[in-house]
């Protein structure tokens, strides 16, 4: 009205308005009134939010704008967040972006980091910074609110913060310290970007979610990235006391994830998951593994053996543990056995290979003290293959694979040896074949600690 938008921004649940336990519903939430006024011959946008301002013109990004939340009447219990807003386009379309509300480090309303202080220490020497686990929007390009330029604005947003952050860290370090920096770009990116790389083998085909008008612009973006975890490399080396240990490992390479498995859909098709007679007297072909409420789940499970969920696990339907199990203890091993030869016998019928190239049971991976909380088995696929969204969600899809045209176009979570990792150390290596565990074990000895009980892993420097 009169080139003004007005909206309302959603920030925390209203805790003081559920009840113990209550899940929030879509009106029980705290929210703080946006308007966005445009001018009426430029396009630019004034957003006026929660009591902060910005001016964005289109294609801009706004810096941090704190927002208030009254959990309570008359301010007696504010709670402060931070939003950034991306002016997408202003006309003739109107479409500005707002990020996640972030918890603000400067006046956090739960504690964010350890110990207590420590984010509002950070904010004062840096400013502003996302807070939320992987700042990195891709559900926004995921689910196409972003395009790839955009996507890509945002990352070098959070590139920045990122480096600011290292700066601190190496202004206050001392010898004898220990500093540890995780960088998400180079995981993220290769999750989200791969799809448009040229392959490195001339005969390899492309990835089936290349897009020939898109994807050309953003065929070295993943390498750039890289570049950019280099140069932050060689800040650190240079700033580095004499003799400090410096390691750079990466728990995880990365693949190409070209076709997708439906795992539950392959479930169905050989007979370890039933779905339920649909109303037209057929089985129902899309069903999901945790429905919202019990009734509308789609699966039988007087009559399902296996079910996935999560990106790599399977579990079979125990009696005692799953609350309709049928499986009991005593047949637990044969059939743990028999779906293993059976997923590594299965071969896509568009390739010819076999999706699955090692499978782990819960007894050869985890530790005594933590298996109970692992699925009976680990997928592990090959190189080009992976878990589909909608199987790690439990759904039941028809087809048991498809190509994977969008979401992760790159992916890990494969078997381990088609996607090692990287460790470079300013020390000479003690052998060859170190793990993760090691890695522990190494800092523990460099520091004088003592590995707890039960810990794994040998220090990978020569003594």
């Known amino acids: 009205i009169d080139d003004t938008v007005r909206t309302r921004l959603k920030g925390p649940p209203d805790v003081f308005h559920l009840k113990p336990g209550e899940l929030p519903g879509k009106d029980d939430f705290l929210t703080v009134p946006v308007s966005f006024q445009l001018d009426p011959e430029k396009d630019v946008v004034w957003i006026k939010a929660g009591g902060s301002e910005a001016l964005l013109k289109e294609g801009e990004f706004s810096d941090w704008m704190q927002v208030t939340f009254d959990a309570l009447p008359m301010g007696l219990t504010p709670l402060s967040g931070l939003v950034r807003f991306y002016a997408k386009e202003l006309r003739p379309r109107f479409r500005v972006y707002a990020s996640p509300v972030n918890i603000d480090p400067s006046a956090p309303a739960q504690v964010i980091p350890t110990p207590g202080g420590a984010s509002e220490e950070l904010c004062e020497a840096i400013g502003f910074y996302w807070t939320q686990g992987f700042p990195e929007e891709i559900n926004a390009l995921k689910d196409e609110l972003f395009d790839d330029d955009d996507y890509e604005a945002q990352v070098k947003l959070v590139h920045d913060e990122a480096e600011r952050m290292l700066d601190e860290a190496l202004r206050r370090f001392h010898p004898g310290d220990c500093t540890f920096m995780y960088l998400s770009d180079i995981d993220l990116q290769c999750h989200m970007l791969w799809g448009h790389g040229d392959p490195k083998d001339p005969a390899a085909p492309r990835h089936p979610g290349f897009d020939p008008e898109r994807s050309p612009a953003h065929a070295h973006d993943i390498e750039g990235h890289y570049r950019n975890a280099d140069r932050l490399l060689g800040k650190v080396r240079a700033a580095l006391?004499?003799?400090?240990?410096?390691?750079?490992?990466?728990d995880h390479g990365f693949q190409g994830m070209t076709r997708q498995l439906h795992l539950n859909a392959w479930l169905r098709d050989h007979g370890w998951l039933t779905l339920k007679d649909g109303a037209d007297g057929q089985p129902a072909r899309v069903g999901a593994i945790v429905p919202t409420r019990p009734d509308e789940a789609e699966v039988d499970w007087s009559k399902t053996r296996a079910y996935g969920i999560g990106f790599n696990g399977l579990y079979l339907n125990r009696a005692g543990r799953e609350s309709q199990g049928i499986v009991q203890a005593a047949d637990a091993d044969a059939l743990l056995d028999q779906l293993s030869a059976e997923l590594l016998a299965l071969r896509d019928p568009q390739t010819g290979r076999a999706p699955v190239l090692r499978v782990f049971k819960?007894?050869?991976?985890?530790?005594?003290?933590?298996?109970?909380?692992?699925?009976?088995?680990?997928?592990?696929?090959?190189?080009?293959?992976?878990?589909?969204?909608?199987?790690?969600?439990?759904?039941?899809?028809?087809?048991?694979?498809?190509d994977n045209l969008h979401g992760f176009t790159g992916n890990h979570l494969m078997a381990p040896e088609v996607v090692p990792g990287i460790l470079l150390v300013n020390r000479r290596l003690a052998g060859e074949g170190h793990d993760l565990t090691d890695l522990t074990a190494t800092l523990l000895r460099h520091f004088g600690v003592s590995p707890a009980d039960g810990m794994r892993g040998t220090s990978i420097l020569e003594p």
Not at 373 to 384: C, F, I, K, R, S
């Open 241 to 250: 006391p004499p003799d400090t240990l410096l390691i750079v490992m990466s």
């Open 362 to 402: 819960s007894s050869e991976i985890y530790s005594p003290q933590r298996r109970a909380e692992a699925p009976d088995l680990v997928v592990g696929y090959d190189a080009g293959y992976g878990c589909s969204d909608e199987s790690t969600l439990g759904a039941v899809p028809d087809a048991e694979l498809e």
